[in-house]
C-alpha cells in the first residue's frame, strides 16, 4: 500500500507538471481543488464512509464549476482539463489511502515510502525519455524550488500542530487567488467571467463540504 502511494505521489507530479506547463496556472489550481469533493464522493466504497445529500449536493455544485470553467464544446480549456482533473483524481486516491495507511503506520514511515518510490521511479523513466544534465541555472532552480517545497510543509504541518483543523483548511482555498495574481503578473493571464464563476462554485462547495465534516465529527 505504501509503494502504491508512492505511485499516486509519483503520477500526480508529473501530471501537474504537464498541466502547468499548458494551462495557466490559476486554473489548474482550481480544477485541482476538486480533490476533497472527490475524496467525499469515494469515501462511501473505499472508506466505508456515510455521506449524506448535503455533501453529495456539494460535490456536485463543485463539478458543475469545472464544467463552467472548462465549457465543454465551447472555447474553454478543451481535452487539456483532463491533466489538472488526473491531478485531483490521483490525489484523493493518495489521501484515501494515507487515511488507510495512518491507522498503522507512522508519518515518517509514509514519508520515507513515499519519496523513495518517487526517486526510484523517476530515475528509471530516464532509461526511455532520456535527460540532460542540467545547466547550473537549472540546478539553481530546483534548489529553490525543493527550498520552497520543504518550507511549505514545514508550515503546513506546524499550523495543523498549533490550530484546529478546521481553521487551516481554508487558507488552501487562498492558493487559487495567488495563483491568479502569479499568473497575471508573470505571464499576463487574465481570468475570464467563466473561470471566475466556475473557480468560486468549486471553493465553495469545497468550504461547505469542509464545515458539513468538521461538523459531523463534532456531534461524534
Not at 46 to 56: K, Q
Not at 64 to 69: D, I, R
Not at 75 to 104: F, K, Q
Not at 125 to 137: A, K, Q, R, Y
Request: charged share 10%.
Amino acid at each position: 500500500m505504501n509503494i502504491i502511494r508512492g505511485l499516486l505521489n509519483t503520477a500526480a507530479g508529473a501530471l501537474i507538471i504537464s498541466a502547468l506547463a499548458l494551462l495557466p496556472i490559476a486554473d489548474v489550481f482550481a480544477i485541482v481543488f476538486l480533490s476533497p469533493l472527490i475524496v467525499t464522493a469515494l469515501s462511501p466504497w473505499l472508506l466505508g464512509e456515510t455521506v449524506g445529500w448535503r455533501r453529495w449536493s456539494a460535490v456536485s455544485v463543485g463539478f458543475a464549476g469545472v464544467l463552467v470553467m472548462t465549457r465543454p464544446g465551447g472555447e474553454g480549456i478543451g481535452w487539456l482539463v483532463v491533466l489538472p482533473l488526473g491531478v485531483a483524481v490521483v490525489m484523493a486516491l493518495r489521501d484515501i489511502l494515507t487515511r488507510r495507511l495512518g491507522a498503522h503506520d507512522s508519518t515518517e514511515t509514509i514519508l520515507f515510502y513515499t519519496v523513495s518510490v518517487t526517486v526510484g521511479f523517476g530515475a528509471l523513466t530516464m532509461l526511455w525519455t532520456g535527460t540532460t544534465m542540467p545547466t547550473p541555472e537549472h540546478w539553481a532552480i530546483f534548489m529553490v524550488a525543493g527550498l520552497i517545497n520543504g518550507a511549505a510543509h514545514f508550515l503546513t504541518i506546524r499550523a495543523f500542530q498549533l490550530v484546529a483543523a478546521a481553521v487551516v483548511s481554508p487558507f488552501k482555498y487562498l492558493s487559487i487567488v495567488w495563483a491568479a495574481v502569479i499568473g497575471f503578473f508573470v505571464w499576463g493571464d487574465v481570468p475570464d467571467a467563466y473561470m471566475i464563476t466556475g473557480a468560486s462554485l468549486v471553493v465553495g462547495s469545497g468550504l461547505y463540504t469542509l464545515h458539513r465534516e468538521t461538523r459531523r465529527r463534532k456531534l461524534a
